[in-house]
């Protein structure tokens, strides 16, 4: 059985990602980490404060629960890095290359770091964005994962260490709040449509952008490390698609389901940042190498979240 330590633990990725590794490998094989406390949806299991600049923490917690694969999701997201570039690129570029190195120096089984679409830029093909498009970054968040990606490829070419990475879209999920990220207008949206409350949202109604339910991304993932080593030909990070949606659209299937719900648009400075993205994304190479396919379309996901958010919470509904 593997023994996996998953940084940045408590975060919308990470404790969910938590909680379904632990019902496959078992609570005591999955370590989770974090700077932040505990967070319940990961489920009962071992938890370690860490911050992933320590390196000797990070060592001496995989000595001690003899660890042999990590996800290292401990980042600062995109609309909050663009606030702190200098913490956004120490924290991103400074905790990967610990883990690398640590990998690389006690031959770890395996490694997944996830990138983003962040590192495709403004020349980038806006529609149907191939996986070997120019990468050109426009913020912080996408240069540092544009590093990351070739600090990964290196390793893997390098030293044999067995790094795996996706370019998630923007993720929406139903059991944490927004954390910082350029897309969280689609997570938050559901909280004010099942309140009852008008949503302000900070993008245009038609900024299209690809995202992906919560569901799928922690599929992915694990599918991903799940794969035959032969199998990955991507060593940067794979394209992964699922839904190309704007705030229009999702607008569109709330009222669907709840017929009164109202938004209003007023783009902030997370627009600029938007804009930069690409609408969808092409992952042909995903499926062909590891059979990669999404289980949610928009409506599909927007008829769980409503069902789901309401109990989960505790909410009111409208």
């Known amino acids: 059985m593997n023994k996996i330590l998953i940084t940045g633990a408590c975060g919308q990725l990470g404790s969910e990602l938590t909680a379904e590794l632990r019902s496959i490998h078992g609570n005591d094989h999955v370590i989770a980490s974090d700077v932040s406390e505990p967070n319940p949806l990961m489920g009962e299991g071992p938890f370690e404060h860490l911050d992933v600049l320590d390196r000797p923490r990070i060592e001496s917690i995989i000595d001690q629960y003899k660890i042999d694969t990590i996800y290292h999701l401990a980042a600062l997201l995109s609309a909050t890095a663009e606030k702190n570039i200098h913490l956004a690129w120490d924290l991103n570029m400074g905790g990967l290359l610990k883990i690398l190195d640590i990998a690389k120096k006690k031959s770890l089984e395996k490694v997944f770091w996830p990138s983003s679409i962040a590192v495709f830029g403004p020349d980038a093909p806006k529609i149907r964005t191939p996986q070997t498009a120019a990468c050109n970054p426009a913020t912080v968040y996408g240069i540092s994962k544009l590093a990351g990606e070739q600090w990964c490829s290196y390793f893997h070419r390098k ?4 790094v795996r990475s996706l370019r998630y879209p923007g993720l929406i999920g139903y059991k944490s709040l927004p954390g910082g990220g350029t897309t969280d207008y689609a997570v938050d949206i559901f909280h004010k449509a099942i309140r009852g409350e008008e949503f302000h949202c900070f993008l245009n109604r038609d900024t299209a952008l690809p995202m992906m339910y919560m569901a799928d991304a922690v599929k992915a993932t694990i599918e991903l490390m799940q794969a035959p080593a032969e199998n990955i030909t991507i060593r940067t990070s794979y394209n992964v698609a699922a839904i190309s949606l704007s705030p229009g659209d999702l607008a569109a ?15 902030d400075h997370r627009q600029a940042i938007a804009d930069s993205w690409p609408i969808s994304i092409d992952d042909t190479p995903a499926q062909t190498d590891w059979g990669w396919q999404p289980s949610y379309n928009l409506q599909s996901m927007t008829d769980d979240i409503i069902r789901q958010l309401p109990v989960f919470w505790n909410l009111d509904t409208a």
Do not use: M, T
């Open 253 to 267: 299937a709330i009222q669907n389901d709840i017929p009164g719900f109202k938004i209003r648009y007023e783009p």
């Open 159 to 162: 030293f044999g260490v067995d």
